[in-house]
């Protein structure tokens, strides 16, 4: 797992529940914009995790280093998936395929939103991080 993404934990665990969802809100005004490419094919509904009950889109990209570049791209009215999104870019940008590969399937649980996201979101995240996992190792 990357040190980035070890240090979110830490951080999340580090608060009380309430205060998880503040930073997860603050993670989703975090989350990059797509690049111009990736949000037209977004538009044309490419890329679509349809695990997910919200509109969430992927991409990733490697360098020529091999390191990962996620492009994750969220509807506007599911801050709580963009703030998993935002920290799934932050942490994971730049990552080798091993770091990704160590990123746990349970991570809300990890970040201890567990007891205050719904079932259906947790169940979103995991397709997420699966998803982001696949499509880098091809």
Known sequence: MSAALDEIIDLFSG??????LELLLDYSRKLPKLPDHYQKLM?????????????????VDRDDEGRIHPHIGVAEEAPTIAGIGGILVKALDG???EELDAVPSNLVEKLGLHKVLRMNRTVGVAALVG????????
């Open 131 to 138: 998803r982001l996992k696949k499509q880098a190792a091809l």
């Open 15 to 20: 608060v009380e529940p309430q205060m998880r």
């Open 43 to 59: 538009e044309a509904g490419a890329g679509r995790i349809h695990e997910c009950m919200t509109p969430v889109f992927l991409w």
């Open 95 to 97: 990552c080798t395929q």
